[in-house]
Each structure stands twice: as C-alpha cells, then as structure tokens.
C-alpha cells in the first residue's frame, strides 16, 4: 500500500513561511505527478499546488500564485511545497496526494484525479 507522510506544519505569524515536506513509499515515485490540497474547517478541500511526473511543469490557483513554490527530488521520493508570505487566510490542514494516472502529460487539480492521500498537517497562520 502506498505510504504519504506530510510533515513540516506548524504556527507561524501572518508573512512568515513554512516549509511542508511529503515523504512517499511503496510508490514509483517518479512516474507519478504529486499534488498538494489544503482544506479549512467547514470548507471543501481546496487545491494548492501540483507537479507534474517528471518536475517540469507545476501549477498553481491565484490564491497562492507567487507566494506558494512545489517541488519534488526524485531521487528522495519526496515532494515540497514551500509556502512564503502566508495569510491567516492559508490556515488549514494540508495533504499532500499521489496521481492516479502514471506520466500524466498535463497537471492533476481535481481531488478525483489522485488516488492517495496523506494524512495530513496542521498550518496555523496568525495575524
């Protein structure tokens, strides 16, 4: 079975940053595009961030356009999300999610579109 571990979350005050880390296991890591979600208290899950299988491309929702980075190390099985300038407005619990679809020529953004979940971590950003 598939193993994701989120961790890295924490508080930390409105303009600060954080770094979140995905650890992946019983996964071919580098065919598998990584996707990062965060969801709020009473809110659906929301989508922050993507990558694609081999790094080259990623994507972002304007939410977090600019502010939040995604990356990933192959050679680690691990994928990142760097999160800078953070709002009060960004707490919530964020998951990381491993595709569906292997080599995947374009981004996955829908929660229907990834097959595994992490289980998840805390950021709390206070104003």
């Known amino acids: 079975q598939v193993q994701l571990v989120e961790s890295g979350g924490g508080l930390v005050q409105a303009g600060g940053s954080l770094r979140l880390s995905c650890a992946a296991s019983?996964?071919?890591?580098?065919?598998?595009?990584m996707g990062w979600f965060r969801q709020a208290p009473g809110k659906e899950r929301e989508f922050v961030a993507a990558?694609?299988?081999?790094?080259?491309?990623?994507y972002y929702p304007d939410s977090v356009k600019g502010r939040f980075t995604i990356s990933r190390y192959n050679t680690k099985n691990t994928v990142y999300l760097q999160m800078n300038s953070l709002k009060p407005e960004d707490t919530a619990v964020y998951y990381c999610?491993?595709?569906?679809?292997?080599?995947?020529?374009?981004?996955?953004?829908?929660?229907?579109?990834?097959?595994?979940w992490g289980q998840g971590t805390q950021v709390t950003v206070s104003s």
């Open positions: 990558i694609n299988w081999s790094g080259a491309i990623t």
């Open positions: 999610a491993s595709d569906s679809q292997p080599r995947r020529t374009v981004v996955a953004v829908s929660t229907g579109q990834y097959a595994y």
């Open positions: 019983r996964l071919t890591f580098s065919s598998y595009g």
